[in-house]
Every structure is written in structure tokens, then in C-alpha cells.
Nanobody, 121 residues
């Protein structure tokens, strides 16, 4: 059974940093890609980043390139978020998909419960 648990969200000032974690179980990561998404009320879920562990070539949304970094250590996938902006405020989710990476949330089957990130002074 696939389980994903996000943590690391919180309140941070603009320009600050946070590191989100996605602890996975029941996911053979060598066959899966892990994606990070975010959602604000009334808006569609947005793809932020994705990592396929076989080739470790990440995908990033244009809005976060150069500021966010996705990585993996054993069964945990991280999203390091630097130079945070108020528009990064959202609930952040991790999710899994078999095979290759996408930034389209509709391709992903299993989801965590989400962690709130608030960027505000």
C-alpha cells in the first residue's frame, strides 16, 4: 500500500527558505516518479517539480526554477525552497506516478495529505 506523508511546511518571511519532506512507503521508487504540487483555494492544482529516480533529471515549473530544488534520500523526497515569495503560499502535496515525470496532476495516482506553506511578513 502506497503511503505518502508530507512535512516541513510553516510560516516564513519573503526571501526565506523551507524544506519540505515527503516520506514514502510501499513505493518502489526505482519504478516511480515523485512530484510536488501546490494548490490555493479556488485554483487548480499546480505542478511544481518532479523527479524520476532512475535518471535523477528533475522537472521544474518555470515559476520556481532557480529557487526550488527536488532531491531524494532513500525513501524520502525533499523540496528545498529558497527565495520564497508570497505567491508561493499554498498547500503543498507530493504524489507518485509510474514511469516518467509530469507536471500535470491528473497523471498522478497516489497523494499525501498536504502541508501548508505560508509566505508572509
Amino acid at each position: 500500500q502506497v503511503q505518502l506523508v508530507e512535512s516541513g511546511g510553516g510560516l516564513v518571511q519573503p526571501g526565506g527558505s523551507l524544506r519540505l519532506s515527503c516520506a514514502t512507503s510501499g513505493v518502489p521508487l526505482e519504478h516511480y516518479a515523485i512530484g510536488w504540487f501546490r494548490q490555493t483555494p479556488g485554483k487548480e492544482r499546480e505542478g511544481v517539480s518532479c523527479l524520476r529516480t532512475t535518471d535523477r533529471v528533475p522537472l521544474y515549473a518555470e515559476s520556481v526554477k532557480g529557487r526550488f530544488t527536488i532531491s531524494r534520500d532513500k525513501n524520502t523526497v525533499y523540496l528545498q525552497m529558497n527565495s520564497l515569495k508570497p505567491e508561493d503560499t499554498a498547500v503543498y502535496y507530493c504524489a507518485t506516478v509510474v514511469g516518467i515525470c509530469y507536471l500535470d496532476y491528473k497523471m498522478f495516482a497516489s497523494w499525501g495529505q498536504g502541508t501548508q506553506v505560508t509566505v508572509s511578513s
